[in-house]
């Protein structure tokens, strides 16, 4: 079946450090893939997506791009801020849109002024 | 913007007692989920449903039913709720016809059964 693998932290960085969350999946087929952000005592909100190989999703100054031959998608971003403190969960969908996600166990990512 | 209501955001409750969750969507969105979020387990899928009376089961059904009698609104029920059960539950709509759509989420649920 499906599975999504990301390191699950925590992890913890100083301000405007760089940062990096792997993730990695197993898939039939061709899935989306997003990244999703939950904010302390809050549900989860999407982050960005890619739906085909060599996408690039981006917002809030977050990117990341679906490398189908690593079957990966990295969440990058140049320089953390302590408001990005958050559990970030990577997921995909390879069914037709009415089935489930399938999350990672999401990173925990802690940012120190 | 879509908004996806759940009716609680704190639920405690006894061991054995029948227990309703409830999630309202105010987007017309076909497809409605039902997650569970532990720590070091992520999120796993308990029931979801594609269209009005209709339903699905998810990764882990055992304990929980669904109802789904009107389209905006998707209850999960503890039919007699255990300490296990104790957790975080989500809930999610999103519209049909690709995988590319998001799934929205609600503010989540944090229940607690004693």
């Known amino acids: 079946g499906d599975s999504v693998t990301q390191m699950e932290g925590p992890v913890t960085l100083s301000e405007e450090a760089f940062l990096t969350i792997n993730c990695t999946y197993t898939?039939?087929?061709?899935?989306?893939l997003f990244w999703y952000v939950q904010y302390p005592g809050e549900g989860l909100q999407l982050l960005l997506k890619?739906?085909?190989?060599?996408d690039k999703g981006s917002n809030k100054g977050f990117e990341a791009t679906y490398r189908k031959e690593t079957t990966s998608f990295h969440l990058e971003k140049g320089s953390v801020q302590v408001s990005d403190s958050a559990v970030y969960f990577c997921?995909?969908?390879?069914?037709?849109?009415?089935?489930?996600?399938?999350f990672g166990k999401g990173t925990h990512l802690i940012i120190q002024p | 913007d879509v908004k996806v209501t759940q009716s609680s955001r704190y639920l405690v409750k006894r061991t054995g007692e029948k227990v309703f969750l409830e999630c309202v969507q105010d987007?017309?969105?076909?497809?409605m989920f039902w997650y569970r979020q532990d720590p070091g387990l992520g999120l796993r899928l308990i029931y979801f449903?594609?269209?009005?009376?209709?339903?699905e089961k998810g990764d882990i059904p055992e304990g929980y039913s669904v109802s789904r009698e009107k389209k905006e609104r998707f209850s999960l029920i503890l039919e007699s709720a255990s300490t296990n059960q104790t957790s975080m539950y989500l809930c999610?709509?999103?519209?049909?016809?690709?995988?590319?759509?998001?799934?929205?989420f609600g503010d989540g649920t944090r229940l607690s059964i004693l």
């Open positions: 987007m017309d969105h076909e497809n």
């Open positions: 449903s594609y269209d009005v009376k209709m339903k």
């Open positions: 999610a709509s999103s519209t049909t016809g690709s995988r590319n759509q998001p799934q929205h």
């Open positions: 997921a995909l969908s390879s069914g037709g849109g009415a089935d489930g996600l399938t």
């Open positions: 898939a039939t087929g061709y899935p989306s």
């Open positions: 890619a739906t085909k190989a060599d």
